[in-house]
């Protein structure tokens, strides 16, 4: 187990070498992808005025202690909803041998949204970025609190950052709503105050423009 956790580790290490290609279930290929996951650039790549209107929100809730990531796909009638979420890392109570990767994985739900509860959640986003600072230039660190949503509305990409040290987490419109759809019985980890930073944490840098990542540290 401690050699399986050193070679995933390792491939975190690579993480800002691979573009993410929707493989997020896999942990390995999680953590070689997670990056370019949080900034959204496969939603970036894909976006245009042909294509339905995609929202990636991920919490970073102590990156080791837990991750969510929420995948809303609008359709006709509403939306498809994926969530995902585990607790820390590389717990052994979940091995198998017939499934080494259990520890590492994320735990998963699917809904379906209706039209009137996709208007809401976009509001309650909407809401939420005009109140908090602009995203551009924010530095988040893993060993933090925060929420990145990477959007493709109307053709148009933008990614948006809500930092613990600048938005009050608890607060966002937007969250009661993703966790009401929420079907992984993984519990809400709530923002604490945390000092430091410890030497295994990276930190993620969002460009001047807003728009993507510009650096990792």
Request: with cysteine; net charge negative; glycine share 6%.
């Amino acid at each position: 187990m401690r050699r399986f956790a050193m070679t995933v580790l390792a491939a975190a290490g690579l993480a800002a070498c691979t573009t993410f290609e929707g493989a997020v279930d896999n942990p390995i290929e999680r953590s070689l992808t997670w990056f370019s996951f949080v900034a959204g650039d496969d939603i970036r790549a894909a976006c245009s005025q042909d294509t339905e209107d995609r929202y990636r929100f991920v919490y970073n809730g102590v990156y080791e202690r837990q991750i969510r990531a929420y995948e809303l796909v609008t359709t006709e009638e509403g939306a498809l909803l994926t969530a995902r979420a585990r607790n820390r890392a590389g717990n052994v109570a979940r091995f198998q041998f017939q499934n080494p990767l259990g520890p590492w994985e994320l735990r998963r739900s699917d809904a379906t949204l209706s039209a009137d509860t996709v208007s809401a959640l976009v509001a309650a986003l909407d809401r939420d970025v005009a109140a908090a600072p602009p995203a551009a230039g924010q530095r988040l660190r893993s060993n933090s609190f925060y929420w990145t949503v990477a959007v493709c509305r109307f053709g148009a990409f933008t990614l948006h950052a809500f930092e613990q040290d600048r938005v009050a987490l608890g607060e966002l419109a937007f969250r009661a709503l993703l966790l009401a759809e929420d079907g992984t019985d993984v519990a809400f980890a709530e923002a604490k105050r945390i000092e430091g930073f410890s030497e295994n944490a990276f930190e993620i840098r969002i460009n001047r423009s807003g728009d993507g990542i510009a650096g990792r540290l």
